[in-house]
């Protein structure tokens, strides 16, 4: 991480200009892994809901869940991505409506509408949620059925057994789980810094400005995470991210309201219809077709996303894990997939909407900055000032509330398991967060092409950690496999058809089955 830091501080473009060909040569070459990998957890998550092992406990087999179903959900939902529906709310929506996918519809056109909706919610809804699921179903069960450390590494113990597990590999693979939070968390803050310099440039406060000020918001937003860290507010912080949760909502509705409520309506069903019709063809793009339009699309669009949510699934995934103690498997799954998927749905519907309408009118869409986009459309409602004020308060405490716990799960990954880790450890990694977000912008010129240096970074940062998700996935049904109720499954099935066996030999068919006490048995100790 220091050498990061430096090269990016001392040799700028040279980081850049090395950071753009590892991810095209990534892109070109690992992309197709992204993909494959994004949808089979998609399906090995909906495997294990719907097949027998769906009703086995995260925790003892007549344990109840610690939190009542509304709290579960809610903080589930707050955790996993508050910034990034900020952020592309309005921006994803209307760049697919202006610059449809490759290959697809032309663009502008009624045929965009439906098509910029569902690959919306494919990168919004189902995929990032299974990717959380898995890693949050594998780390719960270890924990509360298995007696283990909340940490990556423990997972890994069916298959690599205790003493690696606890060893240098063990250690390896929470360092590679530590880095993809890192550059995750990096990506958000510098996200956020993005959009909160737009909203200022859009109400007036500022003009035209370089690297200096996101340097400056970036210091100020990492200075109260770390504060906010270490400070052990827990309810200051739970309060806060309530209230933004309410700000949020409000803010949807007021959009609902004021904004082109029929369209949005409409776009509910035909958003959902577009996305059920087209998973397929939008699970497969993967390159092989398209050329350099495709690929340049997929780096700044899919694959993006899938190496983003990637890189927050170690963060994301032991939160998850810590509140869902109690839940059966069907119940963990069905929550962390359908619940955010379908708010999802409503916000992409309002905001999206909101903005392909006002494209229609009026050029909303600009030079293409996804950053400006959202200010843009607000300024066509009532208003503008004042929701642009909220949309940056939201955007900062969406970043405070969730980059303090990641700075504790990453204190938590480099002290093996501490839940209270040195606050030392945990100023140390929330300064690193800072320092790479700044050079994440640094080496994307701080302009309009900033976002590519988030883009180029993150991606190089989750992809180790993409592998040791499959693995995680082999880990865990190798568990489940031997689980207690698994096993007692098993075992009756074998001794019921064994019985059948004999008595179909012996007696000819007519013969009946009863229990009795083994030979050997204490009275009252149960019978075979």
């Known amino acids: 991480m220091f050498a990061l830091v430096l090269w990016g501080g001392l040799g700028t473009d040279s980081l850049s200009s090395t950071a753009g060909a590892a991810l095209d040569w990534l892109i070109t070459n690992t992309g197709w892994g992204f993909v494959l990998a994004a949808t089979g957890f998609v399906f090995f998550a909906l495997f294990l809901a719907f097949s027998r092992y769906g009703r086995i406990p995260l925790g003892q087999d007549d344990e109840e869940p610690e939190f009542r179903t509304v709290s579960w959900i809610a903080m589930m939902f707050s955790a996993g991505m508050g910034i990034g529906l900020m952020f592309y709310g309005v921006s994803e929506p209307l760049n697919h409506f202006v610059q449809p996918p490759p290959g697809t519809v032309p663009s502008g056109t009624e045929d965009a509408v439906p098509t910029a909706m569902a690959t919306s919610l494919f990168h919004w809804t189902l995929h990032p949620w299974a990717i959380y699921a898995v890693v949050g179903l594998a780390i719960a069960y ?42 995750g968390s990096a990506a958000s803050l510098g996200l956020g810094t993005l959009q909160i310099r737009s909203g200022m440039q859009s109400a007036g406060w500022i003009g035209d400005t370089g690297t200096g000020l996101l340097v400056a918001i970036i210091a100020v937003l990492t200075v109260c995470f770390i504060a906010s860290a270490v400070s052990g507010v827990a309810k200051g912080i739970q309060w806060l991210s309530n209230i933004n949760m309410v700000l949020a909502a409000l803010l949807a509705v007021f959009v609902f309201v004021v904004g082109p409520t029929v369209f949005i309506l409409n776009l509910l069903p035909t958003s959902l219809g577009a996305y059920i019709s087209d998973f397929g063809a939008m699970a497969s793009r993967a390159g092989a077709t398209g050329g350099k339009q495709m690929h340049d699309w997929l780096s700044t669009w899919t694959i993006f996303y899938w190496a983003w949510w990637i890189s927050w699934t170690p963060f994301v995934g032991m939160f998850i894990a810590r509140i869902s103690r109690g839940r059966t498997i069907r119940q963990f799954i069905g929550g962390v997939l359908l619940v955010p998927s379908a708010v999802s749905l409503v916000w992409f519907a309002i905001f999206g909407g909101a903005a392909i309408d006002s494209q229609k009118s009026a050029d909303v869409f600009g030079t293409g900055a996804a950053e400006a986009q959202t200010f843009s459309v607000l300024e066509h409602l009532p208003m503008p000032i004042v929701t642009s004020v909220l949309v940056m308060v939201l955007v900062a405490i969406f970043f405070v509330s969730g980059a303090d716990a990641a700075s504790v799960v990453m204190g938590t990954l480099s002290q093996r398991g501490s839940i209270e880790p040195s606050k030392w450890v945990v100023v140390f990694w929330g300064a690193a967060t800072g320092a790479v977000a700044a050079i994440m912008l640094i080496i994307g010129g701080g302009g309009d092409e900033a976002l590519e240096g988030i883009q180029n970074l993150t991606f190089i940062g989750a992809l180790p950690f993409a592998i ?10 190798k568990d489940l496999r031997s689980d207690p109720i698994m096993l007692r499954e098993s075992k009756g099935a074998e001794v019921l058809e064994q019985a059948v066996i004999v008595g179909e030999e012996e007696h000819d068919g007519e013969f009946q089955l009863v229990t009795s006490p083994a030979e050997n048995a204490e009275p009252n100790a149960g019978g075979n």
């Open 142 to 183: 270890g924990s509360f059925r298995r007696g283990r450390k909340q940490l990556i590494s423990s997972v890994f113990r069916p298959l690599i057994g205790k003493r690696n597990a606890e060893g240098p590999i063990g250690k390896l693979i929470d360092i590679l789980a530590l880095f993809a939070t890192l550059f």
């Open 468 to 477: 040791v998700m499959v693995f995680m996935c082999v880990a865990l049904m």
